[in-house]
């Protein structure tokens, strides 16, 4: 199997090389979100974020040149949707969303939970009734909450300024992954501790690409990640974060 999925990989190279010979060379245009510990914005070469080293592994191992851009979330994804040949090093995978990207290559799972600082927020039928619930614009999230019938959520623009409505009791909840939730936390120095309720829902990460980008460029990316999945290369990645 390992000897197939590298020859798989060595026939899209080819491919790749055949069409680097045209003359259109240019380092690739990738956007990220700061979600730590998946990008992170203003991380040292050490730590850039699991999905974000899992991305520039990937390119040397194709030999492409990648150009890192951080945006809010927002406009990350409307770059997605607008510029030509662009990247994202990682997405939760959502409907709202599964005909406007190029779905490249599974990384990963993300397992949603509520974050609260008092009370108990288990599951989706506790959120409900809750006053407020603090999520970013455009994300699973919001689509899962919203698609549940959720009215009593509180849109803002990035995971820190969800923290710090919980922190301040502007809102009683915040739904994300238990591990970025609690390095946003640490990362602004809040208190008191973070709590967390159970598993309300699983959703794949992707590394994802936007709609034209070209065949040959996709291709190599979703072989390289492939076998760095098969020869171990992401778990030991994973295992830094």
């Not at 709202?96 to 990384?107: A, G, P, S, T, Y």
């Not at 698609?147 to 009791?169: C, H, I, K, Y």
């Not at 309300?200 to 760095?228: C, K, Q, T, W």
Request: hydrophobic share 50%.
């Amino acid at each position: 199997m390992r000897q197939m999925r590298s020859l798989g990989l060595g026939v899209i190279l080819a491919g790749l090389g055949a069409w680097l010979a045209t003359g259109l060379w240019a380092a690739d245009r990738v956007v990220a979100a700061h979600y730590p510990p998946l990008m992170i914005e203003g991380g040292d070469s050490e730590r850039p974020g699991l999905a974000v080293e899992i991305m520039e592994e990937a390119a040397r191992r194709v030999g492409r040149e990648i150009e890192i851009t951080f945006l809010p979330f927002e406009r990350a994804i409307h770059a997605l949707q607008t510029e030509p040949a662009t990247l994202m090093p990682s997405l939760f995978y959502g409907k709202k969303r599964d005909d406007v990207f190029q779905w490249l290559v599974e990384i990963d799972r993300a397992e949603l939970r509520f974050g609260f600082l008092e009370g108990q927020v288990d599951d989706l039928e506790m959120a409900r009734g809750l006053e407020a619930i603090a999520i970013e614009r455009g994300t699973t999230s919001e689509v899962l909450l919203k698609g549940l019938g959720f009215d009593n959520l509180e849109l803002v623009n990035a995971p820190s300024a969800s923290a710090q409505m919980l922190a301040t009791g502007r809102v009683g909840a915040w739904l994300l992954t238990q591990d970025l939730m609690q390095e946003v936390w640490d990362d602004l120095g809040l208190s008191p501790e973070l709590q967390f309720g159970e598993i309300v829902h699983v959703v794949p990460i992707f590394l994802v690409g936007s709609l034209n980008l070209p065949d040959a460029i996709a291709g190599a990316y979703r072989a390289a990640v492939e076998e760095m999945i098969t020869d171990g290369t992401v778990a030991a990645i994973k295992a830094r974060y």
